[in-house]
């Protein structure tokens, strides 16, 4: 069984090293404990001093690519290393590596396919952001029950991947990656667990994802919604189409009721009439895209199902 720990860094000369020395070399269940960093063009000194602690794998982009496309290297690298589970940890030392235990455990004992770090259950993240906080929770709360799945976390970096979830995961976003991959692997009915951890935000220090809270809730919204509406699209188009088009129905419903008890009067009772129409069009369009979107997923679960034989082929252990 191997194990390979990844660590995203950019323009983290400062902490990383102290990271990579703080992660744990052996694991019950575990045979091989790599350590691996991506460094996604950094313009310190980040990969010299993920080197000199004692990295075993370093793969640098060239320009800075943002955290979905590291996180994509990082796949592709394990898979491409023989990694049977790969557990993703911040560089910055928030996270206490010793908790990688917690994480690899349910996957070990054959229970998940992800595990997640919690940081909003009976461990309380430390020194979090307030906005960050309800952000995250309200973000949790809407997408599961969308998905009907309770979802502790849904941003946490602080995750184990076992091999299957790591070659049948897509993985198209730039700017992030966190949320996707949770609706993603709840879409293909992949078995995620959370585990709660005691997470440390430190004073000051400046988030490298979340340049600004409008841009990144902006930007993750979109994600979210792209996300949602490839998993879930009937759901996502249907759910609005029936509730207008029952609202189709009651206006035309109240303009036959007051148009018989008004003697066959039009023009009062015309904005029900008007109303009615407009919903029912607009929800008859919208049941219509439902079906159109089921059939691009039937489409694109195929796809994907030859895209997960060929990186199976290719990552051959």
Not at 58 to 64: A, D, F, K, Q, S
Not at 231 to 250: C, D, E, Q, S, Y
Request: contains cysteine; glycine residues 8%; proline residues 3%.
């Amino acid at each position: 069984m191997k194990l390979i720990v990844n660590i995203p860094a950019f323009n983290e000369e400062e902490k990383i090293g102290e990271t990579i020395r703080r992660i744990p070399r052996s694991f019950k269940g575990v045979d091989e404990v790599v350590i691996q960093v991506v460094d996604d063009g950094s313009k310190d000194g980040t990969g010299k001093m993920a080197t000199e602690a004692g990295v075993t794998l370093l793969r640098t982009h060239r320009t800075n690519r943002g955290i979905g496309k590291t996180f994509r290297t990082a796949v592709e690298f394990a898979l491409e290393n023989g990694a049977d589970i790969m557990v993703n940890i911040d560089a910055d030392g928030q996270f206490d590596p010793n908790d990688i235990d917690k994480l690899i455990a349910p996957i070990l004992a054959g229970d998940a396919d992800i595990v997640s770090a919690d940081r909003f259950d009976h461990l309380k993240a430390k020194n979090i952001p307030f906005l960050k906080d309800v952000l995250n929770r309200l973000a949790s709360k809407i997408i599961g029950g969308f998905m009907n799945a309770r979802i502790k976390d849904l941003t946490c970096g602080f995750r184990a991947y076992d091999r299957e979830s790591l070659l049948r995961l897509n993985l198209p976003g730039a700017f992030t990656y966190t949320q996707e991959v949770i609706i993603d692997a709840l879409g293909k009915d992949l078995k995620v667990r959370w585990v709660p951890v005691e997470v440390t935000y430190f004073e000051g220090r400046k988030s490298r994802v979340v340049k600004s809270v409008y841009k990144y809730v902006n930007n993750s919204a979109k994600l979210i919604l792209k996300a949602v509406r490839d998993v879930r699209p009937v759901k996502f188009f249907g759910a609005p189409g029936l509730f207008l088009l029952l609202v189709g129905f009651i206006g035309f419903l109240g303009f036959l009721i007051q148009y018989i008890a008004s003697g066959f009067k039009i023009s009062p009772y015309l904005n029900y009439l008007i109303l009615g129409s407009i919903s029912f069009i607009i929800g008859s369009q919208l049941l219509i895209f439902a079906f159109i979107a089921d059939m691009i997923k039937s489409n694109r679960n195929l796809i994907e199902e030859q895209t997960y034989a060929i990186k199976k082929e290719r990552y051959r252990k």
